[in-house]
C-alpha cells in the first residue's frame, strides 16, 4: 500500500487516512460553513509543533480558533463541563478533537454535553443512560495522534468521576464523528514510551475483542488482521520509526476500536482500576497486565488462541506461545514486565480488586473474573 496516497473509506464514520489528510480540515470547516471551532486536545499534543501550525493554518484561512487543552490524562467530568462552558462563552460551532484517548474522549463527552445539560452521569450507559441523549451534537471532528486507543471513531466516551475516580461510560450513536483525518506523519514524532504504550493499548483492544465470547465474525476478522498488522510494525514503530510501520499501527489502532464494539475483558478491568487509583498511563497498564490476562483465559480457549498465534505468525500455535510473545513484545519496546516496576505496592492490591471487580469491562470476558481472581493476577504481576 502506498501511504504517501490519501485513501478515503467509511467504516461507518467518513475516514480520510494518509499522510497529509490533517491538512484537510480548514477546506472541510468551510465547506460545510464551520468557522469557529473548539480544538480540544491535551497539555502535551498543544505544545508540539504541528498543533501550533494547523492552528495557524486555520487562522489563515479566516477560521476562528478556540484551543482548550487543560485536561486530565485520565479525564474527569470537570474537564468536560470546563470545556462545554469555553464553547458556549466563545461562540463556537464544531468541535474538533486533536489528540490520543483522552483529548478525543474529553471532545466527544463536551460534544454530548452542548446540548444535554443534566448531570453529566446521567447519560452513563452501563446505567441506560444513553436513552437519554435525544437531542442533536453539535458537528464533531476527529484527529489522532497516537495509535492506540482508536477512540476516532469510536461512539463512547470514558470519563471518570473526580471525587470517586469510578468510570462511567458515555455512549450514543450520535456521538460518532461526522470526519476523521487519521495522518499518520502525525504519529511520527511521538516518544518511543508513548508510542509502545500506546500501541500495546491496540493490541489489547484486538486481542480482547477477539476472545469475547459473542458471535461477529466481522469483529473478528477486523482484529485478527489488526493483530497481524501489529506484530509487523509495533517494534519498528516504536525503535526504528517510518511511514509504513507508523501507518499500519494507525490502521490497527483504528481497527481495535472496530472490533472492540463486541466488547473488552479481564485486562482492562486489572488496567482501569491502575489509572483511577494510581495515575497510570492507560496503554501502560493495558501492558504490563496484557500477558498475565491472556494466560487467565487460555483454558477453554485454546482454538482461539491458535488463531491469534497463526495471526501473529508464531511457530507454535498455542496460547502459552502467545503469552511468551507478549512477554518478549514488551522487552523490545521496553514495558516492565512487573507492576512494582511503575510504584505498585502491595498495600494497594486489596483496593485495586475492588475496584477491578466493580469495573464494566470484565463481564464480557470469555470466563468469568472473581474478586479472588482479580487479586491473585495483581499478585502475580506485582
Not at 489563515?60 to 484551543?67: D, K, L, Y
Not at 458515555?170 to 502525525?186: N, Q, Y
Not at 498455542?318 to 516496576?341: C, H
Amino acid at each position: 500500500m502506498n501511504f504517501q496516497k490519501i485513501i478515503q473509506y467509511n467504516f461507518p464514520t467518513l475516514i480520510r487516512f494518509g499522510a497529509g489528510s490533517s491538512k484537510e480540515l480548514g477546506p472541510y470547516l468551510i465547506k460545510n460553513e464551520w468557522r469557529r471551532p473548539l480544538i480540544v486536545s491535551d497539555p502535551t499534543v498543544s505544545q508540539l509543533g504541528f498543533f501550533d501550525r494547523m492552528v495557524k493554518d486555520l487562522q489563515a484561512q479566516n477560521i476562528s480558533v478556540e484551543t482548550y487543552y487543560r485536561i486530565h490524562k485520565n479525564p474527569v467530568k470537570s474537564d468536560v463541563y470546563r470545556g462545554t462552558e469555553i464553547y458556549d462563552e466563545e461562540q463556537r460551532d464544531c468541535i474538533v478533537g486533536i489528540g490520543g484517548g483522552a483529548a478525543l474522549d474529553v471532545a466527544r463527552a463536551i460534544a454530548l454535553r452542548v446540548n444535554h445539560r443534566e448531570d453529566l452521569f446521567k447519560y452513563d450507559d452501563l446505567q441506560g443512560g444513553d436513552i437519554y441523549v435525544i437531542h442533536e451534537v453539535p458537528p464533531f471532528i476527529t484527529i489522532p495522534t497516537t495509535a492506540g486507543t482508536g477512540s476516532e471513531v469510536g461512539r463512547s466516551a470514558i470519563i471518570s468521576d473526580d471525587e470517586t475516580h469510578q468510570k462511567k461510560i458515555l455512549f450514543s450513536p450520535k456521538l460518532l464523528a461526522r470526519l476523521v483525518l487519521a495522518d499518520p506523519l502525525l504519529t511520527m514524532d511521538l516518544p518511543p514510551f508513548v508510542t509502545a504504550a500506546t500501541g500495546m493499548d491496540a493490541l489489547t483492544h484486538n486481542m480482547e475483542a477477539f476472545l469475547v465470547n459473542m458471535f461477529h465474525p466481522m469483529c473478528d476478522g477486523i482484529a485478527l488482521q489488526a493483530i497481524s498488522l501489529i506484530q509487523e510494525s509495533l517494534e519498528k514503530a516504536v525503535n526504528h520509526p517510518d511511514l509504513e510501520s507508523r501507518s499500519k499501527m494507525l490502521i490497527a489502532s483504528l481497527m481495535g476500536a472496530v472490533a472492540f464494539q463486541k466488547g473488552l475483558g479481564v485486562v482492562h478491568s486489572l488496567a482501569h482500576p491502575l489509572s483511577s487509583l494510581l495515575d497510570t498511563h492507560h496503554g501502560l497498564a493495558n501492558a504490563i497486565n496484557i500477558p498475565y490476562g491472556m494466560e487467565f483465559n487460555i483454558d477453554g480457549f485454546e482454538n482461539k488462541f491458535a488463531q491469534m498465534a497463526r495471526a501473529l505468525k508464531l511457530k507454535k500455535e498455542s496460547g502459552q506461545a502467545v503469552v511468551d510473545f507478549l512477554f518478549e513484545l514488551n522487552d523490545q519496546i521496553k514495558i516492565p514486565r512487573k507492576l512494582g516496576d511503575i510504584g505498585v505496592l502491595s498495600e494497594h492490591i486489596d483496593t485495586l480488586a475492588d475496584l477491578a471487580l466493580a469495573d464494566f469491562a470484565h463481564p464480557n470476558n470469555p470466563k468469568p473474573v472473581t474478586r479472588d481472581d482479580f487479586k491473585k493476577l495483581y499478585l502475580k504481576a506485582l
